[in-house]
């Protein structure tokens, strides 16, 4: 069966302080790995599509990694406004379904 | 430009009663994904809407739900007989197409079945 786990539930971290999300996925066959900000009373933003092991995204504070079992978020430096809650999908080859973790509630301490 | 929008933003129902909830796509997408969040629950998909294909209903939880989508553009969901389990936010994401990944969400319907 597909699944996506996430851990922490959730970080604390002071500003300027920088840790990793992680994503653990169990699909049969990857077509793709999905990063996703959400804001509470907003719907998720797209962040990042990994589609193969090895590959690596960044966009300013934030770099994504994959490997066969598991993506890494990586937060350098983070600041107050990085604090939301950060989501991972995977959809499967031949699937049309997304699967989503529960999150990381990430928190950003001035 | 205008994003994807949903109405209406809150929903408060009786069990029992039926509701709709609708989805207005970005312009000139042709995928429409209808998800559940519930409190401490990732994302459910629902169903998903490419172009004219026959939609993929896999993810309804029971034969209350119901989704239709017209002209290739706006999508209703509906809810028959509401129970309170039913109670959750429910968000819609379209897509330029299939081949595309990037999913843009619109903000969600918050229901709540009392």
């Known amino acids: 069966e597909d699944q996506v786990t996430q851990s922490p539930e959730a970080l604390r971290l002071q500003e300027g302080e920088s840790s990793s999300l992680n994503c653990s996925y169990t699909v049969s066959g990857l077509r793709g790995l999905f990063w996703y900000r959400q804001d509470p009373g907003k719907g998720p933003e797209f962040l990042f599509t990994l589609y193969s092991a090895g590959e690596e995204k960044e966009k300013e504070r934030l770099k994504a990694t994959l490997t066969k079992k598991e993506s890494f978020l990586h937060i350098t430096a983070p600041k107050p406004e990085d604090s939301a809650t950060y989501l991972c999908?995977?959809?499967?080859?031949?699937?049309?379904?997304?699967?989503f973790g529960t999150g990381t509630s990430l928190t950003v301490i001035p | 430009g205008a994003g994807v929008s949903q109405s209406p933003s809150n929903k408060v129902t009786e069990k029992g009663k039926d509701v709709e909830l609708r989805c207005d796509p970005i312009?000139?997408?042709?995928?429409l994904y209808w998800y559940r969040q519930s409190l401490g629950q990732g994302l459910e998909f629902l169903i998903y809407?490419?172009?004219?294909?026959?939609?993929?209903k896999s993810g309804l939880p029971s034969d209350r739900f119901s989704a239709e989508r017209t002209g290739g553009s706006v999508s209703t969901l509906t809810i028959q007989r509401t129970q309170q389990e039913d109670s959750a936010v429910y968000l819609c994401?379209?897509?330029?197409?299939?081949?595309?990944?990037?999913?843009?969400f619109g903000p969600g319907t918050r229901l709540t079945v009392t």
């Open positions: 312009s000139g997408h042709t995928a």
């Open positions: 809407f490419q172009g004219n294909s026959a939609p993929d």
């Open positions: 999908a995977v959809q499967a080859v031949g699937g049309n379904q997304f699967y």
């Open positions: 994401a379209s897509s330029p197409d299939f081949s595309s990944y990037e999913q843009y």
